[in-house]
C-alpha cells in the first residue's frame, strides 16, 4: 500500500472531517485497505455506516477477508468503550486498525473526560495498531476558516497526526494534514487520488 493511505495508516491519525465531506468512506476505505492486506478492523462508531456506502466499500471482499471486520456500538461511557477497544486489540491477532468514528459531539466541546479515554486507547496502542478517530470539527468566528480543531492539543500530545478533510467544490474532497494535501473523488470502492 502507498500514497496518501500509508501516509494516515503510518502512525495513528485524528480526521477532523467537515460534514458531507465523506469521513466515514475514508474510514471505511482505509479498514478496506488494512483488510486486504492482512490485518484486522476494529470499528466503534455510534451507529453503522451508510448500507449503500458500506457495500460499496466492503461489499466486494472475500467472506475470509470481510470476517476481520469487527464492529461494535459506541454507545455509553468513552473510558469503558475505550477499555474495550484496548482489550479487543490485544486479544484478537492481527488487529492493524482501531476506528472511532463520530466519538465526539458534533457541536460543543469534547469533555474533558471522553479527552482522556481516547488519548488513553491511542497511547495504548502500539504498532502495527494504528488509531483513527473520526469527528466534525467546531467552529472558531477568530479562525480564517471558521474551523476550530476540537481536542487538536490533546490529541496530537498522545501521538496523533491531524487530518483535515472538506469539499472544496462538488464531486470531490481534499484531505490534508499540513504537510501532505490531495484531492481525491469518491467512487464505488472508496477513494482515487486526483
Known amino acids: 500500500m502507498g500514497g496518501w493511505e500509508a501516509a494516515i495508516l503510518s502512525s495513528s491519525a485524528y480526521l477532523v472531517a467537515e460534514s458531507g465531506s465523506g469521513g466515514t468512506s475514508v474510514g471505511l476505505h482505509l479498514a478496506r485497505h488494512c483488510l486486504e492486506d492482512g490485518g484486522r478492523v476494529l470499528w466503534a462508531a455510534p451507529e453503522m455506516p451508510d448500507p449503500t456506502r458500506f457495500r460499496q466499500i466492503l461489499g466486494s471482499m472475500s467472506l475470509a477477508t470481510s470476517s ?35 466519538w465526539a459531539p458534533d457541536t460543543g466541546r469534547i469533555s474533558t473526560s471522553d479527552l482522556d479515554a481516547v488519548a488513553g486507547l491511542v497511547k495504548a496502542m502500539s504498532k502495527p495498531v494504528s488509531v483513527l478517530l473520526i469527528a466534525k470539527p467546531g467552529t472558531d468566528m477568530e479562525a480564517e476558516d471558521g ?48
Open 68 to 102: 476481520r471486520f469487527h464492529a461494535m456500538n459506541l454507545i455509553g461511557r468513552m473510558d469503558l468503550i475505550a477499555k474495550a477497544l484496548e482489550d479487543a486489540a490485544r486479544d484478537l491477532p492481527g488487529v492493524r486498525l482501531v476506528v472511532l468514528d463520530d
Open 147 to 194: 474551523i476550530r480543531i476540537r481536542g487538536q492539543s490533546e490529541l496530537e500530545a498522545a501521538g496523533c497526526i491531524v487530518w483535515r478533510l472538506w469539499k472544496p467544490h462538488q464531486g470531490r474532497v481534499r484531505l490534508s494534514n499540513g504537510d501532505i494535501e490531495v484531492e481525491l473523488e469518491p467512487n464505488d470502492h472508496g477513494f482515487t487520488r486526483t
